[in-house]
C-alpha cells in the first residue's frame, strides 16, 4: 500500500515564526502536491512538483514556499505565518491511473493553527 | 478557471435511505475521481472514471460521468452509518487536479 506520512498531526505557532510541514511518501512517486483544506472551499493546490528540485505554484502559493530535494520528501515552508494560514495542510503524491488518469494518495494531514 | 461545484453540500439521512451526489461544471475533464475523507483523516480515492457516460459500482455506489465529460454523480443506496463522511469529486488534467468543495454526508442509525 501507499503510504504518506506527514511530520506532525497538530501544530500550534505564533504570528511571525517559520513553519516547516513535512511529508514523505514511501512509493517512489515522482509527483508530490501540498493542499490547503478549508471549509466549504474543498482541497486548493499551494504547490506541486514533478521531479527533485522542480517545483510549479498552484493556485493559491502566496506566503508559502516548498522544497523537494530528495525524491520521496517534499516540505512546505510558512517564512512568516499568519492566522489567515490557519488551516488543514494535506500533502498527495500521485502514480498515473487508467485512461490516462492520475490517482492521488494522500496523508493524513496537519491541523495548523496560527495564533 | 476550471470549477467544480457540488451538490448537496450537507446531507443528513437516516440509515437505509438512497441518496445522490452532483457534481458539476463548465468545463470538460479528461478523468473524474470521487474520493472519501473521514474526520482527521486524508482523502482517500474510491473511483476513477474516464469515459463519458461511464457507469461504475463499488458495493452500495454507483458512479457515472456524464457523456460530454462535464459532470458526474455518485449515488449511495441504502445509505449506512460507515458511509458517513465527506464526499470529494475532482477532475483532472495535465496531471493535477481540480476539487469541489466536498458534500458532507451524514447518516444517521
Known amino acids: 500500500d501507499v503510504k504518506v506520512t506527514q511530520s506532525s498531526r497538530y501544530l500550534v505557532k505564533r504570528t511571525g515564526e517559520k513553519v516547516f510541514l513535512e511529508c514523505v511518501q514511501d512509493m517512489d512517486h515522482e509527483n508530490m502536491f501540498w493542499y490547503r483544506q478549508d471549509p466549504g472551499l474543498g482541497l486548493r493546490l499551494i504547490y506541486f512538483?514533478?521531479?527533485?528540485?522542480?517545483?510549479e505554484k498552484g493556485d493559491i502559493p502566496e506566503g508559502y514556499s516548498v522544497s523537494r530535494e530528495k525524491k520521496e520528501r517534499f516540505s512546505l515552508i510558512l517564512e512568516s505565518a499568519s492566522t489567515n494560514q490557519t488551516s488543514m495542510y494535506l500533502c498527495?503524491?500521485?502514480?498515473?491511473?487508467?485512461?490516462?488518469?492520475?490517482?492521488?494518495?494522500f496523508g493524513p494531514g496537519t491541523r495548523l493553527t496560527v495564533t | 478557471t476550471q470549477l467544480l461545484e457540488q451538490s448537496p453540500q450537507f446531507l443528513s439521512i437516516q440509515e437505509g435511505e438512497n441518496l445522490t451526489v452532483y457534481c458539476n461544471s463548465s468545463s470538460v475533464f479528461s478523468s473524474l475521481q470521487w474520493y472519501r475523507q473521514e474526520p482527521g483523516e486524508g482523502p482517500v480515492l474510491l473511483v476513477t472514471v474516464v469515459t463519458g457516460g461511464e457507469v461504475k459500482k463499488l458495493k452500495r455506489l454507483t458512479f457515472q460521468f456524464g457523456d460530454a465529460r462535464k459532470d458526474s454523480s455518485l449515488h449511495i443506496t441504502a445509505a449506512q452509518p460507515g458511509d458517513t463522511g465527506l464526499y470529494l469529486c475532482a477532475g483532472g488534467n495535465t496531471g493535477k487536479l481540480i476539487f469541489g468543495q466536498g458534500t458532507t454526508l451524514q447518516v444517521k442509525p
Open positions: 498527495a503524491s500521485s502514480r498515473p491511473g487508467t485512461g490516462g488518469s492520475v490517482e492521488q494518495y
Open positions: 512538483s514533478y521531479d527533485v528540485k522542480m517545483k
